[in-house]
């Protein structure tokens, strides 16, 4: 065989080849969008509807609307996300329905690719003990973490069940694992874990740069007191961020009114108002 015929038929090859991955990418994504169409309509088992009522007080605030809308998220991600018990826990539909709820709260009102790097979430029974290994400078500490949950970039979401139970009891500590885990998730979307999600406009930036900078040197610099947001949103802009997003959703009147700025920031990207809610 010619070697320039040869060419030819490498190059037909390779364009039947793209051809071939266009179209299965295409059919994929099409036929993902007609079963989120699907489940998005699906109507809410009872058992369900118990369990949010239940074990997540924030729901029980929302309209009408935006409850119908919550459920079809809540079909979505149990769809797509995989849950594991660890250390002997036993997944049930209280723990994915109590997890699934919360975690779309984020996604409501909002055009969002669904958690997009999450595929597990990792369920501990109780609060559990992690290995930590963290870099200051030249120097490497390891040592011994309580933890009530944790968000991997790429990875899973862990979980401790006990925190989650004991965090959607009170609606009004500002503290609630899984809307601070899933809130890194939403941060971490575009690679990096820096307090900035991804915003609708690149103009967006700028203001969520000069208002949350800001907000997380006040809490830094914030000695003693009462304040509305957990100290430990002080640790990095990442922890601000999520921490910030527990506040919005829990401690909604306090913020809007010690953080007007802030809440207006977050107010914008999540699209929910929750101070309309109380
Ligand atoms: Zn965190």
């Given at each position: ?13 390779a ?26 309509a ?7 509807e118990?369990i ?52 779309s709260?984020?996604l ?6 669904y ?9 501990y029974?109780?609060?559990y ?15 011994r ?18 925190s ?51 907000e ?37 009147k306090q ?8 809440y ?6 999540y699209k ?7």
């Amino acid at each position: 065989m010619e070697v320039g015929y040869k060419k030819v038929i490498i190059v037909k090859l390779a364009i039947a080849a793209v051809g071939l991955i266009l179209t299965f990418l295409i059919v994929k994504r099409a036929s993902r969008s007609v079963r989120r169409k699907r489940l998005l309509a699906s109507p809410f088992p009872a058992e369900w509807e118990q369990i949010v009522e239940e074990n997540v007080p924030l729901y029980n605030r929302l309209p009408d609307a935006m409850k119908r809308q919550l459920q079809g998220l809540v079909h979505i991600f149990i769809a797509e996300k995989t849950f594991e018990g660890c250390g002997g826990l036993e997944i049930t539909d209280e723990i994915k329905v109590t997890i699934a709820a919360q975690a779309s709260m984020l996604l409501l009102n909002r055009k969002t690719p669904y958690f997009p790097k999450l595929h597990t979430i990792l369920v501990y029974p109780h609060t559990y003990v992690a290995d930590i290994v963290s870099s200051n400078g030249a120097v490497q500490i390891s040592g011994r973490s309580i933890r009530l949950g944790e968000s991997w970039q790429n990875g899973p979401v862990v979980l401790a069940w006990d925190s989650v139970k004991g965090g959607t009891v009170n609606i009004t500590d500002g503290r609630n694992v899984v809307l601070h885990e899933f809130s890194h998730q939403l941060d971490q979307e575009d690679g990096i874990a820096d307090g900035a999600p991804i915003l609708e406009h690149r103009a967006r930036y700028v203001t969520w740069a000069s208002i949350l900078s800001k907000e997380y040197e006040a809490l830094q610099k914030k000695k003693g007191g009462r304040a509305v947001m957990n100290k430990y949103g002080a640790t990095n802009p990442a922890e601000f961020f999520a921490v910030a997003t527990e506040t919005f959703f829990e401690k909604a009147k306090q913020m809007k009114k010690k953080h007007p700025e802030l809440y207006d920031e977050l107010k914008d990207y999540y699209k929910l108002d929750p101070v309309e809610w109380q």
